[in-house]
């Protein structure tokens, strides 16, 4: 793995963890980071299948709460974590790092676009959505594409402390996304690196992340 600066701490979980717990340890950590106690972390870990809402979330947008459903502070409507799924929560403190949320998003996607596309994924923002996009077969038949979602962005900021951060789709369970309107989206479905058929497992797709660290922390793309 690319080395890391000494104020970072690269954490990967070995087992799905509920999310309320990774939650209390991630406020925490965001807490101790902000009063200048704690190094600066990426966490990446998967969850025990849950819902969560942003702050903007719609109840009309939860179809079938069949998982625990938890009101989360990130920014965002409903999405679905569990099994198969790698979810960064990134604990960055912008104030070295320059007070532009807007930018801190770009670069998040940037970073997440740059490890699918090495690993074979040719992966894309949208304009007006948030997350990560990718073209998936027509599925009404035709012989062209849509566009479909393999990745979320999800973040709040507190004392200019990131929390939050994004989800990938590796091989997760799709069906559990009907549970809900994937980020208030019902136009668009949701994929995965498995159902595309470039399957990718934790242990590469981390150390891909590892590898684009050192960009997506570089001064020209964070402000």
Request: aromatic share 10%; glycine share 14%; with cysteine.
């Amino acid at each position: 793995m690319t080395a890391l600066p000494d104020d970072f701490e690269w954490r990967i979980a070995p087992a799905p963890l509920p999310y309320a717990e990774a939650l209390a340890q991630m406020e925490a950590r965001a807490a101790a980071v902000a009063a200048g106690a704690a190094r600066e972390l990426v966490w990446l870990l998967e969850h025990l299948p849950v819902y969560t809402g942003g702050t903007s979330a719609d109840p009309a947008e939860l179809r079938d709460p069949r998982f625990p459903v938890v009101q989360t502070g990130r920014g965002g409507r409903y999405t679905y974590h569990g099994p198969g799924q790698r979810v960064g929560y990134i604990v960055l403190d912008l104030n070295k790092r320059g007070r532009d949320v807007r930018r801190y998003i770009h670069a998040l996607e940037g970073w997440v676009i740059d490890t699918l596309g090495d690993l074979g994924i040719s992966a894309f923002r949208a304009e007006g959505r948030v997350g990560i996009w990718t073209h998936v077969p027509d599925a009404g038949g035709g012989s062209g594409v849509v566009e479909a979602k393999i990745g979320a962005i999800g973040v709040r900021v507190r004392r200019w402390v990131t929390l939050h951060g994004f989800s990938v789709n590796l091989a997760p369970n799709l069906a559990h996304f009907g549970g809900i309107v994937p980020c208030g989206l019902a136009e668009y479905g949701v994929t995965s690196a498995e159902k595309i058929g470039v399957p990718i497992d934790f242990a590469t797709f981390d150390a891909a992340l590892a590898c684009r660290f050192g960009a997506f922390l570089d001064t020209h793309s964070m402000g």
